[in-house]
Structures are given as C-alpha cells and as structure tokens.
C-alpha cells in the first residue's frame, strides 16, 4: 500500500479514470458530479490513506486518541447476521482498522429476552472486558437499557431515549421523510398513501412524527386511520386494506418509511393493476440500492457512515470521559430515481 504522504489526487484520479477537477470537487463537498461518483471518490481516498489538511486538523480538534500505542476491542451488538447490521459493522470495522484497532460482533440469542437472562448471558459473553460497545437499532427496549448501563465506553447507533447518557450517531430519517415528501411536492403530489409501522421501534416513530409535520406544512392534517400504519394485522387484512385504499383512487403516490413493506406493495399494486409511476408515484426509505428495482427514488441512508462515526465517537468519549453527551445525526442526499411521476 502507499504511504499517505506519497497520495495525491492525482493518485485518486489515475485510479478511478476521473479528472483532478471532479476528485477536488467531490472531497471539497462541491456539486457537479453523481452520488456514485461522489461515493467512489471518498471510497478510494479513504482505501489509499489519503486526507485533505482540513482533515488532518480535525483529528486533532476532534481530540481522537489516535497516537495511543495501546490497541483496543471493541464489540458490536447483533441480533442476527443481516445486511442491515452489516453495513454498520463494516464502517465501525474499516473506521477502527485505519487506528489499528479490532472490533468483534456478538449475537443476542432470542433466549436472552427476560432481564435475568440477559445478564447471564452479558457475563458469560465477558462484555465488560472490552474496551468499548457499539449498540445498534432494533435491539429490543429492555435489553437496550441494560446494555446502556454497563460501565464501559458506549455508542447508541440510533435516536437516544430520554435522557440517555450515552453519546449516540444515527442517520437522519426525520430528514429523509421530510426529503421524501418535498420530492413529491415538487412533482404535484399532495394525496401521499404513507405504510410503515408507527409503534415498534422510535426511528419508525419519528419517521410518521416526521410525515405529519411535513403534511401539517400543507395544510393537511395526518391521521393513523387514513394511512397504514398497523402491521399487527394478519397479512391478509394488511393486504385487504392497502388494496380497498389504492382501488379507491384516493392517493397519487405511495411513501414507504419500512423497507419490509415494500415486497407487498408491489403485489398489491399488480394485483389491482396500478403501474410504477404512471398509475401511482412511489418512494420507499431503503438499507441501500435495492436491486431489483435500482431506480427506485428515495432518501439516502447513511448506513455505513454512521458505522464509521459512531467509531470515531467512542474513540472520542474514551479521550474525553467528562465531556458531554452529544447526538449525531447524519443527513444524505436524495436519489430522484424514476418511480415518481410529474403531474
């Protein structure tokens, strides 16, 4: 590998076939290039070592214990061996490599579900010997507060509970609601069908808080009875009632804020033959590209990112133990797509 002083742009270019320009552009933060090739960019400088000098100065604003010879693990929470759970491992991962750190996933068994059992199993998975835990979304409630007590270096990778004392980097669905919705203004779609759970995790509350405001902006008023909001409901009444709701002609567009959703709106829409974006407009908020249908429009979460600053914060919070608590949340773009139609 090189040695970063020997990286250059110039070395970043030659690597992705990409002017000096486009690279300076992109690491500078300036328009005028895709989101892939603004993702490429920042990709291959971070791969070959290279950082701009505003970067180099941040490390030490940032008061990042990187000079420290001691070499730390760390572990992450899991529940199962998903993309979803993926992808912010492999940020934390390639953040704390860079510093020559380690960092491990542990699995929450389902018989870990009681407040007794999960401590038997943290003491027995030896938790309070790493140096710091990453603790990710969807861990279930009660496991979430026993693991926010431990004694040790902690980061929540969601929306922080009520004066949680723990610092906490989370990508910005709030903001990617509001994105979602301002998209299908701007295409002269106010009758927005919004599907997503409400209840079962804080990030899909906040996501309908979010719609409602965004709805309130325009003068209308979001009620749960008018959307589907429930997926309590068998899977046949869930399915019923998103068909009576599209053959009723209310909705032009469709705002999936659960990305588990989608499989069935689709078949719903096909079942009722409603077209993609010529009968009904759709936007669903995804984990990341979704390959079977890779124009799909929606709000760019920031997955991995929030992976890499959330290992930049607990390295920070061992540096600075009496600062305060801070949250973090990461705001991505939004990638148009084509299942949007202007009317």
């Not at 270096?153 to 906490?168: E, F, G, H, Q, R």
């Not at 325009?218 to 009444?237: K, M």
């Not at 669903?284 to 979460?301: A, H, T, V």
Request: with cysteine.
């Amino acid at each position: 590998m090189r040695k970063k002083k020997e990286v250059t742009l110039q070395t970043i270019a030659d690597e992705l076939q990409l002017t000096i320009h486009t690279v300076s552009k992109a690491l500078r933060g300036l328009p005028g290039m895709s989101e892939s090739t603004r993702r490429d960019i920042f990709e291959a400088a971070r791969r070959l070592g290279y950082k701009t000098k505003e970067q180099e100065l941040s490390v030490g604003y940032e008061k990042l214990p990187l000079l420290s010879t001691k070499r730390r693990r760390f572990t992450m929470i899991m529940t199962q061996d998903a993309p979803f759970y993926q992808i912010q491992f492999q940020g934390i991962q390639e953040r704390l490599q860079e510093w020559g750190h380690t960092v491990s996933a542990t699995f929450l068994p389902n018989a870990a579900s009681a407040q007794a059992d999960a401590s038997y199993w943290m003491e027995s998975m030896d938790l309070h010997y790493y140096d710091g835990l990453f603790i990710p979304p969807a861990i279930p409630e009660r496991l979430e507060h026993a693991f926010l007590q431990l004694p040790m270096p902690k980061v929540l990778i969601n929306y922080p509970p009520a004066i949680a004392t723990v610092d906490s980097v989370i990508w910005d669905v709030v903001a990617a609601i509001h994105q979602s919705v301002n998209h299908f203004l701007s295409m002269g779609h106010n009758r927005i069908l919004y599907m997503g759970d409400i209840h079962k995790h804080r990030g899909f509350q906040l996501r309908w808080q979010a719609f409602q405001e965004a709805m309130h902006r325009l003068g209308a008023e979001a009620v749960p009875e008018d959307h589907i909001t429930d997926r309590s409901a068998s899977g046949d009444s869930w399915m019923s009632t998103l068909k009576e709701k599209l053959q009723r002609g209310r909705y032009t567009a469709i705002l999936c804020a659960v990305q588990q959703d989608l499989p069935g709106i689709i078949y719903a829409l096909q079942s009722v033959n409603l077209s993609i974006p010529e009968d009904i407009s759709l936007i669903s908020l995804e984990d990341m590209e979704n390959r079977r249908f890779p124009q799909l429009s929606r709000p760019l979460l920031l997955m991995k990112e929030a992976g890499r600053r959330a290992a930049e914060r607990l390295l920070w919070r061992i540096a600075n133990p009496d600062e305060p608590f801070e949250h973090i949340r990461l705001q991505g773009s939004f990638y148009k797509g084509g299942t949007v139609r202007k009317i």
